[in-house]
């Protein structure tokens, strides 16, 4: 097997990376500057979910009262 040639982008793309690499500190930092922290999911997110989703869905099956009255 023969190495890669230096002009090889996939190689010079490692090398070009491996060189201006941040510290894992530092590129934590600015990571925590930039994406926001995501929020810790009450305990009580589901049933709160589950109750909106049978409500509407409730209501959206539920039958309006005057084609109730136009059966009788």
Do not use: C, G, Y
């Amino acid at each position: 097997m023969t190495s890669p040639p230096l002009h090889d982008l996939d190689h010079l793309l490692a090398a070009w990376a491996d060189a201006r690499r941040l510290p894992e500190a530092d590129a934590e930092r600015i990571r925590q500057a930039i994406v926001p922290p995501v929020p810790a999911l009450e305990a009580t997110w589901w049933s709160e979910f589950n109750s909106k989703i049978s409500t509407t869905i409730t209501r959206a099956t539920a039958i309006p009262v005057p084609a109730l009255a136009a059966l009788q």
